[in-house]
């Protein structure tokens, strides 16, 4: 069993920046694919941005592409989500899901586990 922490998100204003991160357990995390996801009440979960096992390989949104960016630190079992010049239309829950089999996908099915969640609200 992998747990899964998010933390960091928080209120902001429109323009300003906020780093997420995401901590999973497990003596094997430098093997696990790390999606980052975002879901508003009443809607589905939306991909934002995932890195694969050996991080040479990351994908983002479109809507979020040039603004965004997702590293992993081993040492710390941690992928961070960097998130810049943030707009109103990025409040959401952002999630973090982990595929220990190490593939990295833009599907939520993609992912065994998820932590809880962490709120992101931008003000305009």
């Known amino acids: 069993q992998v747990q899964v922490v998010e933390s960091g998100g928080g209120l902001v204003q429109a323009g300003g920046s906020l780093r997420l991160a995401c901590t999973a357990s497990g003596r094997t995390f430098s093997r696990y694919a790390t999606g980052w996801f975002r879901q508003a009440a009443g809607k589905e979960r939306e991909f934002v941005a995932h890195i694969s096992w050996s991080g040479a390989s990351t994908d983002y949104a479109d809507s979020v592409k040039g603004r965004f960016t997702i590293v992993r630190d081993d040492a710390e079992n941690t992928v961070h989500l960097q998130m810049n010049n943030l707009r109103a239309e990025d409040t959401d829950v952002y999630y973090c899901?982990?595929?220990?089999?190490?593939?990295?996908?833009?599907?939520?099915?993609?992912?065994?586990?998820w932590g809880q969640g962490t709120q992101v609200t931008v003000s305009s």
């Open positions: 899901g982990v595929n220990p089999s190490g593939r990295a996908t833009i599907q939520c099915s993609g992912y065994d586990y």
